[in-house]
């Protein structure tokens, strides 16, 4: 039977690496080529953090724009939490500001001029109690590309088949 102790340390170490999804943009990993990843942390208000912990929001059509100084969310939906519904400012599509060192700002904002390519949202999640959000440098796939992605699956789907 383990002791107390080991009991404590197996919890502390589990809590530590737990990192729960909230929200995924699965169409955007789809839409585009990931070049680059990047974790930042994400400043909201209170009834936000209680709404994006049940769930309740999604990251269609969100991207991420890059002003001088600072990185801001647009487009993503968390929903108004159930109860606090009576406040004035309950806008679900408000700008959210990203937590992130200007430098880091300084070398995304140099990457997107010089590859040509966009910040995408790509899933929110809970890390040791703290919300943060995962972006991405990436690059528009085009229409043919994404066609020949469905034929590598489906090729690799038959090959799966054929093996059984």
């Not at 990993?29 to 936000?48: K, P, Q, S």
């Not at 300084?106 to 001029?113: F, P, S, T």
């Not at 043919?144 to 088949?161: D, F, G, N, S």
């Amino acid at each position: 039977m383990p002791s107390n102790l080991q009991l404590v340390t197996h919890a502390v170490l589990s809590y530590n690496s737990l990192v729960m999804i909230l929200v995924d943009n699965r169409k955007g990993r789809w839409d585009y080529e990931i070049l680059e990843e990047i974790t930042a942390g994400i400043a909201l208000v209170g009834w936000e953090v209680k709404s994006l912990r049940e769930k309740n929001a999604h990251l269609k059509g969100a991207w991420v724009q890059i002003k001088p100084g600072k990185c801001a969310l647009i487009g993503a939906h968390i929903a108004p939490w159930k109860s606090a519904e009576h406040q004035e400012s309950t806008d679900p599509y408000r700008e959210r500001i990203l937590l992130l060192h200007k430098k880091e700002i300084e070398k995304i904002g140099r990457k997107v001029a010089e590859k040509q390519c966009t910040v995408v949202p790509l899933k929110i999640f809970l890390e040791r109690g703290k919300i943060k959000i995962q972006i991405a440098l990436a690059k528009g796939k085009k229409k043919y590309e994404k066609k020949q992605v469905l034929k590598e699956r489906t090729l690799e789907k038959e090959a799966k088949k054929i093996l059984r």
